[in-house]
């Protein structure tokens, strides 16, 4: 049976349950607000949390998995940077009688009895919204529409899926064209860095669309450095719906954000202890999200937590 039974379900007893978590890293606001959920909803259920950020690293991810699974913690979760590679250490804890929680992000593994449920976004839908958008934004329009993209870290779930989402909608009229499209790592920096090179090498750039908002951020200093206004001359749509996200869409300098929620701690921290009894969990749980027009940023705003 499972080395950790007895753990969380024995009445009485003091026993917390263990959980080792495999964070990403803290390329974004997005990452940051979501570390935050974890560890203070952690704290109010009453788990321990063994926490490692693998600084976009897919080795580190597997190293703290690893080290996890010989401290024979009680559940494992984690947000993999990438979708591929996982199959190795993934039955390395299934041997161990070790639960895994999918958080956030995906793998691709064909043997889904390696995990037992994966919390998080549909980014597929998350793309299809910000497609969508630019569709209704361009109606009455016959011109080319040239559109350069931010992509998100490469091989990963949300850069696979809000790549695929947005062009299967954009895709429908051919006056759509994506000019350029590049990593930008989810990243501030190099979203600024790829802008700069968009902006040098195409001379007629109508829209950026980044698959996250810190990316977009760093953007708009590289247009405004080019001397045009984000918004305006460059319509800007991104994801996650950050504070400073939230902020540059109130005044205008980003004109659409996809929601994409980072509070996911609640969620997780329900689902292992469930997982840890051994109870049934749905195979898949999608979390609620919403969109922002530049209107609707002004008066969300003031109550966003992150
Ligand atoms: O959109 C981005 C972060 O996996 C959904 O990762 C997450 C993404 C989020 O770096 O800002």
């Given at each position: ?9 024995s ?30 909803s ?16 897919q ?14 913690v ?10 591929s ?68 870290t ?15 909608i ?54 405004e ?7 305006k ?21 980003i ?16 689902l292992?202890k ?13 979390t ?16 966003r937590?992150?």
């Open positions: 049976g499972d080395s950790s039974a007895g753990n969380g379900s009445g009485g007893g003091d026993d917390k349950i263990v959980m080792g978590f495999s964070q990403v890293g803290a390329e974004s606001g997005w990452r940051t607000a979501n570390t935050k959920s974890v560890q203070e952690a704290k109010e259920a009453g788990i321990d949390l063994k926490f490692s950020d693998a600084q976009q690293k080795e580190n991810q597997i190293k703290a998995i690893r080290s996890y699974i010989q401290q024979k009680d559940v494992i979760a984690f947000s993999p940077v990438v979708e590679g996982w199959d190795t250490v993934l039955k390395e804890a299934q041997n161990a009688k070790i639960p895994v929680i999918l958080t956030d992000r995906a793998v691709d593994s064909k043997d889904t009895s390696l995990y037992k449920t994966f919390l998080g976004s549909d980014f597929v839908e998350e793309g299809k919204k910000a497609g969508q958008w630019l569709v209704d934004e361009y109606k009455d329009s016959k011109d080319t529409v040239n559109i350069v993209e931010l992509q998100g490469t091989g990963s779930a949300p850069a696979n899926d809000r790549k695929a989402g947005f062009s299967e954009i895709s429908a009229d051919p006056k759509f064209k994506v000019i350029a499209s590049q990593s930008g790592d989810f990243t501030r920096a190099k979203g600024k860095e790829v802008m700069e090179a968009f902006l040098k090498s195409n001379p007629k750039i109508d829209v950026l669309y980044a698959h996250n908002d810190d990316m977009g951020l760093g953007a708009i200093e590289a247009i450095g080019a001397g045009k206004v984000p918004g001359d460059i319509k800007i749509i991104t994801v996650d719906a950050v504070h400073d996200g939230m902020q540059a869409l109130a005044d205008g300098k004109n659409y954000i996809v929601e994409c929620s980072p509070l996911l701690g609640p969620q997780l921290m329900d292992a469930k997982v840890v009894k051994g109870e049934q969990v749905p195979p898949r749980v999608v609620e999200e919403t969109t922002f027009t530049q209107e609707q940023a002004k008066e969300a705003l003031p109550n937590k992150y």
